[in-house]
T-cell receptor
């Protein structure tokens, strides 16, 4: 079956530091890949997505590239802010999301001023 | 648009009780899903629907029933609540853009405690 593995948290960084959150996946086909963000007490919001190999998703300074050869979709940001503190989830779907998503366990990111 | 709405926001049940978690969306999305979120487990898919009258099981369907009689509504039923069902439940709806794939919109969640 499908699975998503992402680095365990919490990850604590100082403001303006470079961020990488690793995500690797196992899937039977050619899945679509997603990063979602959850702020305290809220639901999940789509941060970025990629639907095919070598696609780069980007939003709000965050980027992730769909690497089929390494089955990875690592999230990066060049300079984090305190407001980026949240839980980040990597997810995939074999059918683009119509049949629901398979999520990683989430990475809690804490940015200190 | 209200987006995806869920009621109630909080609920406490006793073991063996039943209840329905409500989910509605006003975006005319064809696809809807239910997830549960547990500490250290991420989100796990309970059931999903690809259209009115069509539902299917996800990763953790036991103890839950769903139906989809309209495009807008996708209620989740707990028939005999158990402490293991204590969790935060999220409903989501999604649509497809040609060439762009699907994008899921999540509701604010229902925090359920079973004692």
């Amino acid at each position: 079956g499908n699975s998503v593995t992402q680095m365990e948290g919490p990850v604590t960084l100082s403001e303006e530091a470079f961020l990488t959150i690793n995500c690797t996946y196992t899937a039977t086909g050619y899945p679509s890949l997603f990063w979602y963000v959850q702020y305290p007490g809220e639901g999940l919001q789509l941060l970025l997505k990629a639907t095919k190999a070598d696609d780069k998703g980007s939003n709000k300074g965050f980027e992730a590239t769909y690497r089929k050869e390494t089955t990875s979709f690592h999230l990066e940001k060049g300079s984090v802010q305190v407001s980026d503190s949240a839980v980040y989830f990597c997810a995939l779907s074999d059918f683009g999301g119509a049949d629901g998503l398979t999520f990683g366990k989430g990475t809690h990111l804490i940015i200190q001023p | 648009n209200a987006g995806v709405t869920q009621t109630p926001k909080f609920q406490v049940l006793k073991t063996g009780q039943s209840m329905t978690l409500q989910c509605a969306q006003d975006m005319n999305h064809e696809y809807m899903s239910w997830y549960r979120q547990d500490p250290g487990m991420g989100l796990r898919l309970i059931h999903y629907s690809v259209g009115a009258g069509i539902t299917d099981q996800g990763e953790v369907p036991n103890g839950y029933n769903v139906s989809r009689s309209t495009t807008e509504d996708f209620p989740l039923r707990l028939l005999l609540a158990a402490p293991s069902q204590t969790s935060v439940y999220f409903c989501a709806s999604s649509y497809s853009t040609p060439g762009e794939g699907y994008e899921q919109y999540f509701g604010p969640g229902t925090r359920l405690t079973v004692t």
